[in-house]
Structures are given as structure tokens and as C-alpha cells.
């Protein structure tokens, strides 16, 4: 079967008076079916070394990419834990200022005389002193002035 196939410049040469030769194709049917593929044993080898050196690079650039976005992880995790301290580090400033203006003594006199509480009087105010005898009791603290005495 013949098959008469026109290219352009060959229709534009047509349509210009002048014809040149036509290209003519021929179609033939081939059966491969008999042919047996002979193993090439060093295509083989060559093959599995590729393969293997394949492997190996993509493990090195995977073990490349898991480090690699883990310490940008890591830095992420830094950054929220430094934004954290900060944060308590001034929670810390603001309480202590609380707790400074909440034991000004000026205060406390004041709200303990809207209670209706006085300055005691002389020989209201009895101190408790640890007894000698009994080592295990637990002593109240008191700060009192040491004296020193010289020989």
C-alpha cells in the first residue's frame, strides 16, 4: 500500500506552477516476536553500582534536609522559649511591684486603722522566748543586735 504524502513547501510550490517530486511512504509490518534478549551481565553491573550510588546520594541529601529543618525547628523553639522568659521575666517585675507596694507599711497603718486596730501600748506586746529545756521545739526568728564582747 502506498501512501502519497504532500509537505508544505511542496503545496507551495504547487500553487506557484511548479510541482517537485512527491515523497511516497511505504508501510511494512515487522514481527519482533521471535527475538530474544540476551543479558548483558557487565549493563547489569553497571546498572546495580548506579543504582546503589543513586541510593546512597539520596540518602546523604535526605539526611541533609531532615538536620537542615530540624535546627530551623529548633530555632523556631528558641525564639517562642526566649518570647516566653521574656514574657515572665516581666510578669515576674510586675508582681514584685505589687507584692513592694502591698507590704509599704504606710499602707498596712492604714488599712488596719479602717479595721479599727491600734498601736499597741506598752506591755501589750509579749515576746515568746525558746525554752532551753526543749531542744525540738521550733524557735520563732527575731533579729536582735549581737554584742560582742572583748577580753
Known amino acids: 500500500m502506498a501512501t502519497v504524502a504532500a509537505t508544505r513547501p ?33 549493563r547489569g553491573r553497571e546498572m546495580t553500582h548506579f543504582a546503589c550510588a543513586l541510593a546512597v546520594l539520596f540518602l546523604l541529601v535526605m539526611v541533609y534536609a531532615w538536620q537542615h529543618f530540624s535546627a ?20 515576674n517585675r510586675a508582681l514584685r511591684l505589687e507584692e513592694a507596694s502591698l507590704r509599704d507599711p504606710q499602707r498596712i497603718d492604714t488599712l488596719a486603722r479602717g479595721m479599727g486596730l491600734e498601736t499597741p501600748r506598752a506591755g501589750q ?27
Open 10 to 42: 511542496q503545496i507551495w510550490a504547487s500553487r506557484r506552477g511548479w510541482t517537485g517530486t512527491p515523497e511516497v511512504y511505504f508501510t511494512k509490518a515487522i514481527d519482533n516476536s521471535r527475538l530474544v534478549k540476551v543479558a548483558d551481565v557487565k
Open 72 to 91: 530551623i525547628e529548633y530555632g523556631y523553639r528558641i525564639e517562642a522559649m526566649k518570647s516566653q522568659r521574656d514574657n515572665l521575666v516581666e510578669m
Open 125 to 151: 506586746v509579749v515576746r515568746i522566748e525558746p525554752s532551753a529545756k526543749d531542744p525540738g521545739v521550733p524557735v520563732m526568728a527575731r533579729a536582735d543586735v549581737a554584742v560582742i564582747s572583748t577580753p
